[in-house]
T-cell receptor, first 114, second 117 residues
C-alpha cells in the first residue's frame, strides 16, 4: 500500500521557534509538495520539489523553507514560527510522467503556534 | 492565473438523497486536468477522479458521477443515494499543462458534505 507519512499529527510550538515538519514517501516518487490548509481558503501550495536538492516556490512561500536531501524525504522548515502559521500542513507526492499523475497525500500535521 | 471556485461551503442532505457538488474553474490554457479529492475526518485527502481537458465525456463510478462541461467551465460531482460514509470535505482542483509540472494543483476552498442518517 502506497504511503506518505508525516512525522507528527499534532504539534504545538512557541512563537520564534524553529520548526521542522517531516514527510517521507515510500513510492519512489520524484515530485513532492507542501500545502497548508486553512478554513475558507482551501489548500495553498507552499513549496514543491521535482528532484533531490531541487525546490520551487509555490503560491505562499514567505516564512518557509524546504529541504530535500533524499528522494523519499521532503522537510518543511519554519525558520521563526509565528501565530499566523498556525494551520494544517499537508505533504503530497506524485510520480513524474507516465500519464497517470495524481497527488498522494499524508494525513497532515496540525500545527499550533502560541 | 488559474482559479477554482466551489461556491457551496457546506451542504447537508438526508441519507439516500442525491447531492451535487459544484465546481467552476478558470484557466487560460487549452490543456489542463481537473481533479476531485475527498477528505474524510481522518484528514488524508483521497483521490477520486482525474479528467483531462480533451475528454468531456461524463464519468460514472458506482454511486459517483462527474459532469464536465467546457462551455460553462464546470466540473460537477454528483453522489447518488448518499450514505453516511460520504460525509467529508470535497475539493475540486485544477492543473495546467501536460507533462513536467502538471501535478502542481490549484485547489478550490472545498465543500463540507454532511449526510444525516
Amino acid at each position: 500500500d502506497v504511503k506518505v507519512t508525516q512525522s507528527s499529527r499534532y504539534l504545538v510550538k512557541r512563537t520564534g521557534e524553529k520548526v521542522f515538519l517531516e514527510c517521507v514517501q515510500d513510492m519512489d516518487h520524484e515530485n513532492m509538495f507542501w500545502y497548508r490548509q486553512d478554513p475558507g481558503l482551501g489548500l495553498r501550495l507552499i513549496y514543491f520539489s521535482y528532484d533531490v536538492k531541487m525546490k520551487e516556490k509555490g503560491d505562499i512561500p514567505e516564512g518557509y523553507s524546504v529541504s530535500r536531501e533524499k528522494k523519499e524525504r521532503f522537510s518543511l522548515i519554519l525558520e521563526s514560527a509565528s501565530t499566523n502559521q498556525t494551520s494544517m500542513y499537508l505533504c503530497a507526492s506524485s510520480p513524474m510522467g507516465g500519464g497517470d499523475e495524481k497527488l498522494f497525500f499524508g494525513s497532515g500535521t496540525q500545527l499550533s503556534v502560541l | 492565473a488559474q482559479k477554482v471556485t466551489q461556491a457551496q461551503t457546506e451542504i447537508s442532505v438526508v441519507e439516500k438523497e442525491d447531492v451535487t457538488l459544484d465546481c467552476v474553474y478558470e484557466t487560460r490554457d487549452t490543456t489542463y486536468y481537473l481533479f476531485w479529492y475527498k477528505q474524510p475526518p481522518s484528514g488524508e485527502l483521497v483521490f477520486l477522479i482525474r479528467r483531462n481537458s480533451f475528454d468531456e465525456q461524463n464519468e460514472i463510478s458506482g454511486r459517483y458521477s462527474w459532469n464536465f462541461q467546457k462551455s460553462t467551465s464546470s466540473f460537477n460531482f454528483t453522489i447518488t443515494a448518499s450514505q453516511v460514509v460520504d460525509s467529508a470535505v470535497y475539493f475540486c482542483a485544477l492543473s495546467e499543462g501536460v507533462g513536467f509540472g502538471n501535478e502542481k494543483l490549484t485547489f478550490g476552498t472545498g465543500t463540507r458534505l454532511t449526510i444525516i442518517p
